[in-house]
T-cell receptor
């Protein structure tokens, strides 16, 4: 099992550009989520999904969209990038039985918006 | 007040020392608790879940105090490889498994 994979590892965007961060898991986990991590702020939840076709907002959803058409994939779209979205983005997944809800994280995408 | 708070440290301890971290949470509806380890520029990795009765995994012991609303992590016989940032996380009842993280405690184990 590859676990949770994310692409790209690094990305530089200009203000106003859009892009999609990819996330995939091969563990058949129903729950997937996106976090951003900023210095001094910790990990903050952007969006999450409890299963294919079901998504919901987390703590900091503005400027981001998600969709979940399959169990495996959970892409995060930046609609119009802003410098405030410069961050490290982590995707995570879990099943109902994995560590009583503990989530497994992908390696992250480091995004810089100029 | 943040929902989950940790002392950011840094904690600098010699090899072989015992070190303990606390993490307080403000929402009494929190139902699941975890400790994660994060190495520099890497993803968080689940270290252990925290059970009501406390639990141990090798040199690591986790405790939950619901009355005072905190969880703790004890590391015995510290190794150089234990140097990392330790994040606590909680899930609130009815929150569809949304994790709320503390900002992390940095540990450096010195030779």
């Amino acid at each position: 099992n590859a676990g949770v994979t994310q692409t790209p590892k690094f990305q530089v965007l200009k203000t106003g550009q859009s892009m999609t961060l990819q996330c995939a898991q091969d563990m058949n986990h129903e729950y997937m989520s996106w976090y951003r991590q900023d210095p001094g702020m910790g990990l903050r939840l952007i969006h999450y999904s409890v299963g294919a076709g079901i998504t919901d907002q987390g703590e900091v959803p503005n400027g981001y969209n998600v969709s979940r058409s399959t169990t495996e994939d959970f892409p995060l779209r930046l609609l119009s990038a802003a410098p405030s979205q410069t961050s490290v983005y982590f995707c995570a997944s879990s099943s109902g039985t994995s560590g009583r809800g503990g989530q497994f994280f992908g390696p992250g995408t480091r995004l810089t918006v100029l | 007040r943040k929902e989950v708070e940790q002392d950011p440290g840094p904690f600098n301890v010699p090899e072989g020392a015992t070190v303990a971290f606390n993490c307080t949470y403000s929402n009494s509806a929190s139902q699941s608790f975890f400790w994660y380890r994060q190495d520099c520029r890497k993803e968080p990795k689940l270290l252990m879940s925290v059970y009501s009765s406390g639990n141990e995994d090798g040199r690591f012991t986790a405790q939950l105090n619901r009355a005072s609303q905190y969880i703790s992590l004890l590391i015995r016989d510290s190794k150089l490889s234990d140097s990392a940032t330790y994040l606590c996380a909680v899930i609130k009842r009815g929150s569809a498994r949304q994790l709320t993280f503390g900002s992390g405690t940095q540990l450096t184990v010195l030779p």
